[in-house]
């Protein structure tokens, strides 16, 4: 496409909606792609629908570099004149979730899942940064690559500095929750069912309310109960079936009480055994932020640590790393016990939940390894290379740093003890 806007060259659409279109463009400065959504208020009929248009487009453009997380989707750039305006995001190529709500097309359960247990954690990022999406739809969920997902259009959300509008109605019809059409004060109660709504539709291709007409789908929402997941799709595990249902209760504090418990009671039914071939990224997750090395670190940074990981299990007897050979990668071991031996010499044992290998990131690259570890029992491992970890935030690696610091001053004041009693 011939046409650029401000610093963006644009390369072809990627939607279109009723305030705008959003283009694939390339940032002409940094030679990123991004997705610009712009607003063209000439296209949109009727002063109110003028004036919603705009309001939502401040309020997206408002939160631009406020949400850091890696399950929401970056918003860049804003700029907004009299009558046009456009908002510079994150580009995410694999579309959105819309796809997998259809029964030829179903994602497998475990795939929903960890979509499911992603998205508590971003809605959960959110809420506490004061916000309630208010439009959470498969449609709204990007797909980055496999089950690494993006919440993305914060138009509709509201915002702790602002009030909704009494009686007004913001949202999706079929995701919007029984107080959001009441008119009732939405908090991530809200959200959640929305977000019930959307999982009932990954594991079913079915929504839960259908109507012929938005009165009859309102009654409804407000008054029928959906039949259990399972009961539409028989693969689908009947422990899963109530925690969908009290993600869609009629009242909000039948709900879970926060999106940390609602991911916790998904990671626990979903939850695949540390010895299986996957391990899934909620259980990546629960290990890490259970590890003192990352006690400091936010969910956002362990979910960094997640990303920047690769996971092994092995088997009793299995040489980890073995001394004078070159390595470059920091492990974490995160089930089991191992040794450490020098000369075939015994030196110590390690334990899930700590460190070895860690000389390879402070010295920034490949070195010879000091020592041989050895599983004693079967392990799984977290593998860190210097390379990934290089490619984590400022932040994250600070806090990464810091942790394994701590790490290092125990370990030597083990040692002084070690020394003390020998002598």
């Given amino acids: 496409m011939d046409r650029q806007i401000g610093k963006y060259a644009l390369k072809k659409m990627l939607g279109e909606g009723a305030f705008g279109k959003v283009y694939l463009a390339l940032d002409t400065f940094s030679g990123a792609d991004v997705a610009?959504?712009?607003?063209?208020?000439?296209?949109?009929?009727?002063?109110?629908?003028?004036?919603?248009?705009?309001?939502?487009?401040?309020?997206?453009?408002?939160?631009?570099?406020?949400?850091?997380?890696?399950?929401?989707?970056?918003?860049?750039?804003?700029?907004?004149?009299?009558?046009?305006?456009?908002?510079?995001?994150?580009?995410?190529?694999?579309?959105?979730?819309?796809?997998?709500?259809?029964?030829?097309?179903?994602?497998?359960?475990?795939?929903?899942?960890?979509?499911?247990?992603?998205?508590?954690?971003?809605?959960?990022?959110?809420?506490?940064?004061?916000?309630?999406?208010?439009?959470?739809?498969?449609?709204?969920?990007?797909?980055?690559?496999?089950?690494?997902?993006?919440?993305?259009?914060?138009?509709?959300?509201?915002?702790?500095?602002?009030?909704?509008?009494?009686?007004?109605?913001?949202?999706?019809?079929?995701?919007?929750?029984?107080?959001?059409?009441?008119?009732?004060?939405?908090?991530?109660?809200?959200?959640?069912?929305?977000?019930?709504?959307?999982?009932?539709?990954?594991?079913?291709?079915?929504?839960?309310?259908?109507?012929?007409?938005?009165?009859?789908?309102?009654?409804?929402?407000?008054?029928?109960?959906?039949?259990?997941?399972?009961?539409?799709?028989?693969?689908?595990?009947?422990?899963?079936?109530?925690?969908?249902?009290?993600?869609?209760?009629?009242?909000?504090?039948?709900?879970?009480?926060?999106?940390?418990?609602?991911?916790?009671?998904?990671?626990?039914?979903?939850?695949?055994?540390?010895?299986?071939?996957?391990?899934?990224?909620?259980?990546?997750?629960?290990?890490l932020r259970d590890s003192s090395i990352f006690e400091k670190s936010n969910d956002a940074q362990v979910w960094e640590l997640v990303h920047a990981s690769r996971w092994t299990v092995l088997p009793p007897g299995t040489v980890i790393l073995r001394e004078d050979e070159p390595g470059e990668s920091l492990f974490l071991l995160a089930q089991g016990q191992a040794k450490v031996t020098k000369r075939d010499r015994l030196l110590d044992t390690i334990n899930a939940g700590e460190c070895f290998g860690e000389m390879a990131y402070i010295q920034g690259g490949a070195v010879p390894r000091q020592a041989t570890v050895q599983s004693m029992t079967e392990v799984l491992t977290a593998e860190f290379d210097t390379a990934a970890l290089a490619r984590m935030s400022d932040s994250c690696q600070a806090q990464f740093a810091r942790g394994l610091l701590r790490t290092l001053v125990d370990r030597l004041s083990l040692a002084d003890a070690r020394i003390s009693q020998a002598t």
């Fill in 36 to 287: 610009l959504k712009v607003l063209d208020i000439k296209v949109i009929p009727g002063a109110q629908e003028v004036e919603r248009a705009l309001d939502q487009f401040i309020n997206e453009a408002s939160l631009a570099g406020q949400l850091a997380h890696p399950h929401i989707v970056s918003i860049l750039e804003a700029v907004i004149g009299d009558d046009s305006g456009h908002i510079a995001m994150e580009y995410v190529p694999g579309g959105n979730l819309a796809r997998f709500t259809r029964p030829e097309s179903l994602l497998p359960i475990e795939d929903v899942i960890q979509i499911a247990f992603k998205s508590c954690g971003a809605l959960d990022y959110a809420f506490r940064q004061g916000i309630v999406h208010r439009d959470i739809k498969p449609a709204n969920i990007l797909v980055a690559d496999g089950t690494n997902i993006k919440v993305a259009d914060f138009g509709a959300a509201l915002l702790k500095r602002a009030q909704a509008t009494p009686g007004e109605l913001v949202g999706s019809p079929p995701y919007m929750s029984p107080e959001q059409i009441g008119g009732g004060l939405l908090t991530q109660h809200s959200d959640m069912f929305a977000m019930g709504v959307v999982l009932y539709e990954l594991l079913t291709g079915r929504l839960p309310f259908t109507a012929s007409s938005i009165k009859e789908l309102f009654r409804k929402i407000t008054e029928d109960t959906p039949l259990a997941p399972s009961v539409l799709r028989p693969s689908v595990s009947p422990k899963l079936d109530p925690v969908i249902l009290k993600i869609l209760s009629k009242r909000p504090g039948d709900r879970y009480p926060t999106w940390a418990d609602l991911a916790l009671e998904i990671a626990q039914v979903g939850k695949l055994s540390v010895y299986a071939r996957a391990v899934p990224d909620s259980e990546k997750f629960r290990v």
